[in-house]
């Protein structure tokens, strides 16, 4: 019964190096692309996504959509990659933040690249909001 596990989670981590998106959610396996819930109320979390980007020569701004809490942005530098970033006030001063990102490459894999982006975005993140515990 143990081997069935191994066998997904073997399969769940190789899927994350040969794909080329990854996205956070709620229960990811994966505890680096699990959502993270801060100490915010939206306006104030969407402020602090958006600065990731606008103070950043990496990024460009696609669009901003305020009412849907949504974020998308254009990495123009190194690898090329898209990024939806998504903020939701679960309850007051309990706002989630989600990320999907996919690598814009010829091969339908990015070694990880995604994965990679999204916890150094959360990494950034942490440094501006207070981060709850799940």
Do not use: C
Not at 26 to 49: E, F, G, I, P
Not at 102 to 118: N, Q
């Amino acid at each position: 019964m143990m081997t069935g596990l191994n066998k997904l989670s073997l399969r769940d981590k190789l899927s994350k190096y040969m794909n080329n998106h990854a996205e956070t959610n709620d229960t990811h396996w994966d505890n680096q692309l699990q959502t993270r819930y801060y100490k915010s109320n939206k306006d104030k979390a969407m402020d602090a996504v958006k600065g990731l980007f606008q103070d950043n020569s990496l990024y460009e701004i696609n669009a901003i959509s305020e009412e849907h809490g949504e974020i998308s942005v254009h990495v123009k530098k190194g690898k090329k990659a898209f990024i939806v970033a998504t903020v939701i006030m679960v309850r007051p001063f309990r706002t989630a933040v989600d990320f999907s990102v996919t690598t814009e490459s010829v091969l339908p894999i990015d070694f990880g690249y995604s994965a990679r982006l999204i916890t150094q975005l959360y990494e950034q993140l942490n440094n501006e909001l207070p981060l709850l515990n799940n």
